[in-house]
């Protein structure tokens, strides 16, 4: 079975992007976020720990593996990273291009990276701030990228698809 993490900062939209590569497969555990001021609960949810998805593709396993977004969980990345054949980073246009510069710095740094396919996305693309600052990221760090909207599960599935072809043809 081939391994790729998907991963990316809070609220990039990882959770929605694996569950539309193959619902039916989809595991992870979502809970109601706490508002601190109030201690009640929002109506939004984050994720607990890692998510997992599946696609088969000629004949090949996949297991798409999310990883928490917070900092504070970079020692999941680290255990979820110790063996992977591809990469997916998820990048909310709002956020900082330096955000996505850390986090494709931390999992370039383990075994596995230098021989994986990889690929950004980035959400929310009417929200850039800077979108000219994102692009010159983006550029310099010499990954193919393109705009997704995680919410469809269509050019989800030809995304999760296009990379596992990649990790097939290497």
Request: charged letters at 25%; glycine letters at 8%; proline letters at 5%.
């Amino acid at each position: 079975m081939k391994k790729i993490i998907v991963c990316g900062k809070y609220n990039a939209g990882k959770t929605t992007f694996i569950k539309n590569i193959n619902p039916e497969k989809f595991t992870g555990t979502e809970v109601n976020e706490i508002d601190l001021s109030t201690l009640l609960e929002k109506d939004t949810t984050t994720t607990v720990g890692v998510e997992v998805n599946f696609l088969s593709l000629n004949g090949y396993e996949f297991m798409f593996m999310g990883v928490p977004g917070q900092e504070r969980f970079d020692f999941i990345w680290e255990i979820a990273g110790g063996n992977f054949d591809g990469i997916v980073f998820l990048h909310p246009s709002y956020e900082k291009p330096e955000e996505l510069e850390k986090i494709v710095g931390f999992f370039s740094k383990l075994p596995a990276y230098k021989g994986a396919a990889k690929r950004i996305f980035i959400t929310f693309p009417d929200a850039a701030q800077n979108p000219s600052s994102l692009l010159a990221t983006l550029k310099n760090l010499k990954i193919p990228f393109e705009v997704i909207d995680p919410r469809d599960g269509n050019r989800v599935k030809a995304a999760a698809e296009s990379i596992a072809r990649e990790i097939i043809s290497t």
